[in-house]
């Protein structure tokens, strides 16, 4: 009889309360990028240079360019930029002229860029990459990246790291690196072919190309990194920056990695700090 009255008893409480409302699923916004998704059921996201967040249903963003206005040093007539925050997978294109790093990434360097490369910078992603030429989708084929690897040990560790790449072949043992005064490890690789990939036309992934996933760690958790052409040459560059680390990643078409090394390297010799300038 007891329960009999407590079954009468819910019966009213729920009648009174009326159903219970489903808890809203919240919504993912996800920026337009580069890399593809972590989990198995995820719709490949487009590569090259830019991640992207693993998700079917989330909006892209649209590409953005925020300018964000110069500012002058302590040395009279040195106007250091800013480089505007652009996502998404072509970049925008920048002028000459010094810049600093994005805040966000925690390094406080400036660069001096020439004409002829884009910018993509995206918080959300943790990426900041200059880029130029084209694949097979219209995206950049020649990367130069910039990421904080000051969490990640040493100079060594980080490279032992990224020699655990199962995607790549080392082309010989790292050497000494010096990107203008910055001193460390760099070493170069070969992506490895991949016949069997058709790609993904319809969301900008070439076919013939690898993830690298020991790279996407270096960016926001969640993202993988894609090659932007197939077989791609890279190399790595892990160099101290007073107590930070940074690890810079070069790739480019076999035929013109070399070219595109030697102009890149023009850039990383105008590394400086921003408080010396």
């Known amino acids: 009889m007891k329960k009999f009255y407590l079954l009468i008893m819910l019966g009213l409480v ?25 989990t198995d059921t995820a719709t490949p996201i487009p590569p090259t240079p830019t991640p992207v967040l693993s998700t079917e249903t989330a909006t892209p963003i649209p590409p953005t360019s925020t300018p964000v206005p110069p500012t002058e040093t302590a040395t009279p007539g040195v106007i250091i930029a800013n480089f505007p925050a ?8 920048v002028s000459s002229g010094l810049y600093r790093f994005p805040t966000w990434q925690g390094l406080p360097l400036v660069i001096e860029v020439t004409g ?26 020649e990367l130069l990246v910039f990421m904080n690897a000051s969490s990640d040990g040493s100079a060594e560790e980080v490279m032992v790291q990224l020699q655990g790449e199962p995607n790549i072949i080392a082309l010989g043992e790292p050497t000494a690196a010096n990107l203008a005064g910055y001193t460390g490890l760099q070493q170069d690789f070969a992506v490895l072919p991949n016949p069997d990939f058709a790609g993904v036309p319809s969301n900008d992934i070439p076919a013939g190309v690898h993830f690298l996933e020991v790279v996407g760690q270096f960016f926001a958790p969640g993202f993988l990194w894609v090659s932007s052409t197939p077989e ?14 940074l690890f810079v990643y070069l790739e480019a078409p076999p035929d013109n990695f070399e070219t595109f090394a030697a102009d890149a390297d023009q850039l990383l010799q105008t590394l400086a700090a921003e408080e010396a300038q």
Do not use: H, Y
């Not at 652009?86 to 294109?93: D, F, H, R, Y």
């Open 14 to 38: 729920l009648a009174a309360c009326g159903p219970m409302a489903a808890p809203a699923e919240t919504p993912t916004i996800v920026p337009a990028a580069t890399v593809a998704p972590v």
């Open 116 to 141: 002829g490369w884009r910018v993509m910078n995206e918080e959300f992603a943790q990426l900041f990459t200059l880029a130029r030429g084209s694949n097979s989708q219209g995206n950049p084929s």
């Open 86 to 93: 652009v996502n998404c997978c072509k970049g925008n294109s």
């Open 232 to 245: 791609a040459r890279l190399r790595f560059i892990v160099v101290n920056v007073d107590e930070a680390l």
